[in-house]
């Protein structure tokens, strides 16, 4: 399927309009502003459909600052064709969108069920409530009215806040688009939005799950959250994985210790998810910078671009591939190349230094990793740094009732480095090997060793002069 590519110098605003043109009645289109004419958006969005005169229009509704408390279940868009736009005030404070009652499930603050939808420039105010959603595109399996697939849905330069309650909450989440039946969600923008005290217990801050495809999650701000930042999920519905996406340029920091449930997540994590673009994203204070796994067994992460980010001081790993013990599942043919990653595995467990490298590979299946290139990447530890590892990896066999045991995997790992710069000024633990103790010494010329238990070509470069930040 080909990718809709979208450039960010005002390109955002043409694509949606050609996208409109050939979707909606764009030559006659209709104004509504609040509270002019309605005092809420519920009532805007009614007229919206009822009104014959704007049968087959375009609809646009301007909401003007002001805080907008929508009873029932809050804000729901289920009209196409409709662009939501919130107007600031003078202080560039945007509208704010809360919801009166929250009750039962999908408890959205704002839901999409529509395509040609455009939401912009809003607050979204979840009120701390447990379970809630701050934004919500759902294809539900009971969704028997949806017959078809949602398609050209902008979610731009929103604020998310205050979702979810402090280690109590069960399930809650920032941006959401999931679809669970065959239609899919597709063509798909998220951007420019900034995410912050999210609670979020077992679920995320944004997420892409299921049949969701050619999706684009580009220039979000994402901070004080206590689980992942962008999560791309697939075969959590048995046999749906979402694909063809990309996530460019994002900013995601500082991970909120405190949840039992998931502690060290990571900042962008593709579980189970294929043939995605990860570009120009920095990732700081999470537990990993970037993860591919999938915590299905048996189920395959693939085509992967990991490259032109930054990942640092991040309490597990910088770059993890794979999971261990249980979650046995695959990633192969994924690429990992021209990324900057430093100072990571900095967090405590039970009071030790959990150290899991600068680059984290586990398998424990045969196969586990197939076809992983890690190639021109940057991976350093400057002076006065606790952590050791460089590179860290578990290359095991997992069999039923031997707990956490690792049982050497007489396979390699099917990762290969190339042309990678490494640097720390005493190279002594830098390599772990699972089990494997000839890694001992601080000399940097370990090529042929480490070329036994991964491919490890002699471009790769040693350096103890390394950057100071």
Known sequence: MRILKLFFTGAAVLVFATTCIA??????????????????????INEAKTNQDYKGKKVTIKVKYGIYEEDGKGVLIDRNCLDLIGIPNDKKDKPVIKRKNFQGHEQAVVKI???????????IDAQRECNAFGILVLIAKYDADIDKDLSNIFIVNNTVRDVGKEDSCE?????????AKPQSINKLW?????????????????????????????????????????????????????????????????????????????????????????????????????????????????????????????????????????????????????????????????????????????????????????EHNTIYITSGQSVKHLIYTE??????????KCTINPQRLGAAFSRNTFCKLDYTDAWYVRTIDEFDGSDSAL????????????NNIFSTTCPSK
């Not at 995320?204 to 701000?221: A, G, L, M, P, R």
């Not at 910078?289 to 999938?294: D, K, N």
């Open 23 to 44: 979707q909606c009645n764009d030559t006659e289109k209709r104004v509504i502003e609040v509270p002019e004419k309605f005092q809420t958006i519920k009532a805007a």
């Open 113 to 123: 069920r529509q395509s040609d939808v455009r939401l912009e420039g809003f607050d």
């Open 171 to 179: 399930d809650a989440h920032g941006i959401v688009a999931w679809s």
């Open 190 to 374: 998220i951007e420019k939005n900034t995410l912050h005290h999210l609670r979020l217990g077992k679920s995320e801050t944004i997420t892409i799950k299921s049949n969701v495809q050619d999706f684009h999650v580009n220039e979000n701000v994402i901070f004080d959250t206590d689980n992942i930042g962008i999560d791309v999920i697939g075969f959590e519905d048995d046999s749906f994985q979402a694909h063809d996406g990309e996530i460019i340029s994002n900013q995601i920091s500082d991970l909120r210790k405190g949840n039992s449930v998931y502690p060290n997540v990571a900042g962008i994590y593709i579980d189970g998810g294929s043939d995605v673009k990860i570009t120009g994203n920095t990732v700081n204070g999470f537990g990993l910078g970037v993860q591919l796994a999938s915590e299905r067994v048996n189920a395959k992460v693939s085509g992967i671009t990991v490259n032109g980010n930054t990942f640092s001081n991040n309490l597990v790993a910088g770059v993890g591939v794979g999971h261990d013990t249980t979650q046995r599942g695959f990633v192969e043919n994924c690429k990992i190349s021209d990324n900057t990653i430093l100072n990571n595995g900095i967090g405590l467990e039970n009071g030790k230094l959990i150290d899991g490298g600068q680059i984290r590979l586990k398998s424990y299946v045969l196969g586990g990793l197939k076809d992983i290139s890690i």
């Open 395 to 404: 290359n095991c066999i997992w069999n039923e009732g031997d707990g956490d």
């Open 447 to 458: 090529i042929s060793k480490l070329n036994k238990y991964m491919t490890f070509a002699d």
